[in-house]
């Protein structure tokens, strides 16, 4: 129970006080079985994740819990605090030269990338709100610095909760949060499908970016052959990190981070997955989409789309199921 709930009613007040002219945050009937999504993480595999959500509600099965991790994070905190749309048009709108203008490079430094571009991006689009005021459920994790302890975010400032889940370690610097420093959730928990129960989903799908599943797995339109990156473009802008001579053709750093981590994410993903399986896995064909093809959102988006499109008979059979269980 959440902080804030305990003290109203401790004061004798069951519903939240909002100042005057504010909106309150518009909530899901509670009618019928908990609908929660576990949002993987992915890198720019994430735009996936707007497709799925979208099928879901094409169908009439919008969540009423979202659970993210690192890319999963952003786009579970905008479609709980009702900013989807802003993302999906932002996500569209970007090409090579947009993502590598969102990039600031910091040298020295715990992390290759400060950040801050894309923390005003957030602020711009979530403003202000507290995890707690959101529409729907939500909560995100992340791995605490030094002790690699899991931290479930599930109160506080939405933003700053975000950035710490897809603090990426070697490209972004630790986040801190009640003194406390965070990184990337998915060193710890990629598919947080036990964070999306313990938010009160009874039934949960979780959306997969990175090979096996441990479940059910749904795949569907193969993405079209990766065209040439923009890591070059980025290394450009970091001294003494050009582009490696033909003769010795080794990957630059922020691929080699970016590699290492996607195959750390994927083992840990099965084991997780294996421990917490959820009621219905869906795993988008993104084999072909770079993790820096955040410019490719359109096609990010269709994958999506099409392997939800697909799991909507066993996501209608595991609500069916859950409801006879009530």
């Keep these: ?85 802003r993302l999906e048009g932002f996500a569209r709108s970007l090409t090579r030269g947009r993502v590598v203008r969102l990039v600031d490079p910091r040298l020295p430094g715990s992390g290759l990338i400060a950040g801050n571009r894309l923390r005003r991006r957030l602020l711009t689009d979530l403003g202000d709100r507290r995890i707690e005021g959101l529409r729907i459920g939500f909560g995100c994790v992340a791995t605490e610095f030094g002790t690699g302890t899991e931290v479930a975010l599930t109160e506080g400032p939405l933003v700053e909760a975000v950035r710490a889940s897809y603090a990426i370690p070697g490209l972004f610097p630790p986040v801190d949060i009640d003194g406390r420093f965070l990184m990337d959730g998915t060193l710890v928990n990629p598919v947080p499908v036990a964070l999306a129960r313990s938010l009160g989903a009874d039934v949960v799908v979780c959306v997969n970016l990175n090979g096996d599943t441990g479940g059910p797995v749904v795949r569907e339109v193969t993405a079209p052959a990766p065209r040439r990156g923009i890591l070059d473009a980025v290394r450009g802008r970091l001294p003494g990190l050009a582009r490696t001579p033909p003769e010795a053709p080794l990957p630059g750093i922020a691929r080699v981070v970016l590699d290492a981590f996607n195959i750390t994410q994927n083992r840990i993903s099965r084991a997780r997955l294996e421990r917490d399986p959820p009621d219905v896995a869906i795993g988008p064909d993104v084999a072909a989409f770079g993790l820096f093809d955040f410019h490719r959102a359109e096609d990010g988006i269709a994958l999506g789309y099409h392997a939800a499109r697909t799991a909507l008979p066993q996501i209608r059979a595991a609500l069916e199921g859950a409801a006879a269980r009530v």
Aim: glycine fraction near 16%; charged fraction near 20%; aromatic fraction near 4%.
């Design 1 to 85: 129970m959440r902080a804030a709930e305990t003290a109203r009613r401790a004061a004798g007040r069951t519903e939240p006080e909002f100042p005057p002219g504010a909106v309150e945050p518009v909530r899901p009937a509670e009618a019928g079985p908990r609908l929660g999504l576990a949002l993987g993480g992915g890198s720019a595999r994430g735009w996936a994740h707007i497709g799925v959500i979208r099928a879901l509600e094409e169908a009439g099965l919008a969540p009423t819990v979202v659970a993210g991790c690192s890319i999963g994070a952003v786009v579970g905190a905008c479609y709980a605090a009702g900013r989807l749309d």
